[in-house]
Each structure stands twice: as C-alpha cells, then as structure tokens.
C-alpha cells in the first residue's frame, strides 16, 4: 500500500502550509481514525482517510467538488469588490486548496452554484462543446406573452454576441419564466429578457445538467459535496 505523510495529506486539503501543518500536527491538533498523531510523517493511505483537526471531522477528498444553493447578496469571485464572496459560506481550507466557482452567478442571482478545485471538471462544464443545460426560473417586471416566449425560443440579438441566442421556454405563472440556457454568457438571461423587451426582476437557478437544487434540499446558504456524475453522465 502506498502511503503519504500526514502533513502533506492536510497541505493536499487545505489546512496551510506544509510547515504550517508540521506545526499543529505536533501541537497534538490531529487526530486520524479518533487516535491523535502528533509524528507529522507518520504515513496513512490518503484514500477514504478520516481526521479530526482541531476537532473538527474530515474525509480525504482527492478534488472537491461542491454544491451551493447560493443566496442573493454574494459575489461569486474569489476576490469580492462590492458584496461578500461565496467563498465566505464555505470551510477555510475550500479557499486555500484552490476551489472556484464553476461559472459565476451575479450577485442578486439564486439558487445552484457548483464549486470545484478539478479543472477537468471546470473546464467540461463551461465548454460550449459539452452543451450542459441550465436552468433558470427568472421572474419579469411586465406579464409573459405568447410574443415574448416566442421571441426567446426564436433567439434574440445580443450587441456583442455574433449569432442570436435561444433558450427554451416554458411559462410558469403571469410573472415566471423556466427558462434553459446551454450557454453561459454574462448576463445572459437579464440581457435577453431586456432585448425581448421585458425585465427580469429576480433570478434563480434551478438546475445544472442532470443535478436539480431540490434533489440536495439545501437551506439558503447551504452546501454540501457531490459527485461529477451527479451532473454531467460520462459520456457512452
Ligand atoms: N443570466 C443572468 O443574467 N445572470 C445570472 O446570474 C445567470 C444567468
């Protein structure tokens, strides 16, 4: 069986430098399988390992792949100007081990947020190759009408865009719109109700791929892990 170092395991999760987890390894900060460690090169097998630091419980996780039901006032990036970072919601060691946010949501916009520190993974998901559906439910300031929905199944014009961009449609009351975008460009659903001249008055995101935010009933705020094929089936 091939082992690793425990301090090189919790630098791999994001629990700081590799001397910085020598350190609270041998302040006694460590337990592994409920037994405290305080050799930072004893070597476990890094795959399914369970360790406390400070107490707290974790599983080793070669790449993180995550799921956020976001609430309105975040800022997806990494460095946040105006409004608190979506990173906020989550553990410390998420940030130090690189994850990001697939694709960013804006600030007001709710609802499913993926984050992962797997490029792979990133990358699949926002390649317009792979055509993985989101779905949005976006609320409009003036009724749907027949012509609206029409207009956003034909495709409307974007300034800097070169080809229309369509999106399905389905109504769901005066004032709601399902809408399913294979795109992601910024903007995209409030830029295309605005030139279909409507506007869109809150947005939420209801699912990504095969993943729908019901299926995880996380609370406003909540997150919890997932696997990649929870999203996206490998392909045959
Ligand atoms: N489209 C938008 O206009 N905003 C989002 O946050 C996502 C899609």
Same mark, same amino acid.
């Given at each position: 069986m091939k082992t690793t170092s425990l301090d090189k395991i919790l630098q791999s999760q994001g629990f700081g430098t590799r001397r910085e987890c020598r350190e609270m390894i041998q302040a006694g900060f460590v337990c592994v399988g409920g037994e405290l460690v305080s050799r930072y090169d004893a070597g476990f097998d890094p795959e399914g390992l369970e360790f406390s630091v400070h107490g707290e419980p974790w599983t080793y996780r070669e790449k993180l792949y995550i799921a956020l039901n976001k609430p309105s006032g975040y800022e997806c990036s990494r460095k946040p100007s105006h409004h608190p970072g979506?990173?906020? /919601? /989550? !553990?410390?060691p998420f940030l130090l081990r690189g994850v990001q946010a697939v694709g960013r949501l804006d600030h007001d916009t709710t609802g499913l947020l993926l984050l992962s520190d797997d490029g792979a993974f990133i990358h699949a998901l926002s390649s !317009?190759?792979?055509?993985v559906p989101k779905l949005y439910v976006a609320t409009t300031a003036e009724p749907v009408t027949e012509a609206l929905i029409a207009q956003l199944q034909r495709g409307v014009k974007l300034h800097d865009e070169p080809a229309p961009l369509k999106a399905e449609v389905r109504q769901l009351d005066k004032h709601t719109l399902e809408m399913v975008l294979e795109q992601g460009k910024y903007h995209q659903v409030k830029r295309m109700l605005a030139a279909a001249g409507n506007h869109c008055t809150a947005l939420r995101r209801t699912a990504i791929g095969d993943l729908t935010l019901d299926s995880l009933g996380l609370a406003d705020g909540g997150w919890s892990y997932i696997e990649p094929a929870q999203v996206m089936p490998k392909p045959a």
């Open positions: 979506v990173m906020s /919601l /989550l !553990p410390d !317009p190759k792979r055509h």
